[in-house]
């Protein structure tokens, strides 16, 4: 059986979805991809700065609060200071740190790498880091259409190699699926 990996990436930033004080309803704030970083004697602030997408307002993200600096790390501090674009995303990307600033996380733009299965079975490995949350069946759509999916799964022609649900499944670090030819 032919192996095939996938590697599932995200393409912006999504945007956190909480309460506006300016707009005084819920709105969209979308990440800026910069920090501010706060230090007072040895304790260490670092949030991720957003603007609320309708008035502009600004919304500060706790990602450190009140830690000893040395706890953070030299390397990981320096990446903070200097706006570190993959650090922003990493950040924007985790629903967990949104939930804890009362906040949740908009849809996810993302796009895979990887070849598509041909006419033989195959494994496909999917490699999905930070992405928690999004559908499996999202990342299989952008190789078939909705309903081809539903029929493939009925038929038992793709399936998770861990017996869970292709369409209900969320996205994993890694998963495998098992794509049986079409006859």
Not at 25 to 51: M, P
Not at 75 to 92: G, I, K, S, T, W
Request: proline letters at 3%; aromatic letters at 4%.
């Amino acid at each position: 059986m032919q192996t095939i990996h996938w590697r599932v990436e995200a393409t912006s930033a999504p945007a956190a979805v909480r309460p506006c004080d300016a707009c005084g309803a819920e709105a969209r704030f979308e990440s800026t991809g910069r920090f501010r970083v706060n230090a007072q004697k040895k304790r260490l602030d670092v949030w991720l700065i957003y603007r609320c997408a309708a008035c502009g307002s600004v919304w500060n993200c706790a990602v450190i609060g009140r830690r000893r600096s040395e706890s953070v790390g030299r390397e990981r501090l320096v990446r903070f200071m200097d706006n570190d674009p993959d650090l922003a995303l990493e950040c924007a990307l985790d629903a967990g740190l949104l939930k804890r600033n009362g906040a949740r996380r908009g849809p996810v733009s993302f796009a895979v790498e990887g070849e598509l299965p041909g006419g033989e079975d195959c494994r496909v490995e999917i490699e999905a880091e930070g992405l928690a949350g999004i559908r499996l069946a999202e990342v299989l759509k952008l190789a078939l259409s909705r309903s081809e999916l539903e029929r493939l799964v009925e038929a038992r022609d793709v399936a998770c190699v861990d017996g869970s649900d292709v369409l209900k499944a969320k996205l994993r670090p890694h998963w495998t699926v098992v794509v049986r030819a079409r006859s």
